[in-house]
Nanobody, 134 residues
Framework: QVQLVESGGGSVQVGGSLRLSCAAPGIVNTHCMGWFRQAPGKEREGVAGIDSDGATTYADSVKGRFTISKDNAQNTLYLQMNSLKPEDTAVYYC?????????????????????????????WGQGTQVTVSS
C-alpha cells in the first residue's frame, strides 16, 4: 500500500515562501510525481509535475515562482513556493501516477499525463493547508 505524507504547509504573508515535502517511500524514482491544490469552492487543479527522469512541468499560474524537485535517495518530493500570492491559498496534495513510458536519454522514464487532471492520479496524500494573507 502506497502512502504519501505531506508536510510543510502553514500561514505566510504575501511575497513569502514555503517548502512542501512529501514522503513517498519506494515510488519517487519509479512514478510520475506531482502537486495538486484545491481552494475553497474550486476544483482540484494540477500545480506541478515531475517525470521519473526529472523533467518538470508547471501550471501557468505558478511558473517562475514554484519549483518542483525530488530526492530519490530520500524518497521525498518537494515543492518550493516563492513570491506567494493570496490566490495560492489552498490545500496542497502530493500525487503519484504510474504515467506513460518514454525512451529518453537512453533510459525508460515514466512521464506524467498531460494535462494531468485529478482523474489520472493513482495515489494521493492527505493534503496540507497553505494560507497566504495580505
Amino acid at each position: 500500500q502506497v502512502q504519501l505524507v505531506e508536510s510543510g504547509g502553514g500561514s505566510v504573508q504575501v511575497g513569502g515562501s514555503l517548502r512542501l515535502s512529501c514522503a513517498a517511500p519506494g515510488i519517487v524514482n519509479t512514478h510520475c510525481m506531482g502537486w495538486f491544490r484545491q481552494a475553497p469552492g474550486k476544483e482540484r487543479e494540477g500545480v506541478a509535475g515531475i517525470d521519473s527522469d526529472g523533467a518538470t512541468t508547471y501550471a501557468d499560474s505558478v511558473k517562475g515562482r514554484f519549483t518542483i524537485s525530488k530526492d530519490n535517495a530520500q524518497n521525498t518530493l518537494y515543492l518550493q513556493m516563492n513570491s506567494l500570492k493570496p490566490e495560492d491559498t489552498a490545500v496542497y496534495y502530493c500525487a503519484a501516477d504510474w504515467g506513460s513510458p518514454a525512451w529518453r536519454g537512453g533510459l525508460w522514464a515514466r512521464v506524467c499525463p498531460s494535462p494531468w487532471v485529478p482523474g489520472k492520479v493513482n495515489y494521493w496524500g492527505q493534503g496540507t493547508q497553505v494560507t497566504v494573507s495580505s
